[in-house]
């Protein structure tokens, strides 16, 4: 639900929303900046169980030389700014409504 929310909210704040589903691996995340150009990647777990797989997903970013070209917004209701922080995401949206003013401020940089 939270995923999904933020998306429609992305949307309607004119951001171009790719979103890649559920279970999605890493190389797919990398995959799909590649494919689409993408300069914003967003990273949600729903369960404490698939937050590993957010830090997974920026060290394969690294892994192909994209991480530089890209921002990473992580949210979740176990993730927390401190995880963000320690995984090296750029921004940590609490909520819907953040994770849009995050991304403005993302991309006005």
């Known amino acids: ?14 951001f ?10 890493p190389q797919e995340f990398t995959d799909a900046v590649k494919k689409h150009n993408a ?5 949600s777990a729903l369960l404490t169980t698939t937050m590993p797989k957010m830090q997974e997903t920026i060290e394969t ?3 192909a030389g994209l991480r530089d070209k890209v921002k990473v917004m992580a949210g979740g209701a176990p993730v927390t700014q ?7 995401a750029d921004a940590y949206g609490a909520n819907a409504a953040a994770a ?8 006005a940089k």
């Open 16 to 25: 171009n929303v790719i979103d890649l589903g559920t279970d999605v691996k």
């Open 61 to 63: 970013l690294i892994e």
């Open 82 to 88: 401190e995880f963000v922080n320690k995984i090296g």
């Open 39 to 43: 300069n914003l990647v967003g990273l």
């Open 100 to 107: 849009v003013d995050r991304a403005k401020e993302l991309m």
């Open 1 to 14: 639900i939270g995923k999904n929310l933020v998306g429609m909210m992305l949307k309607g704040a004119d």
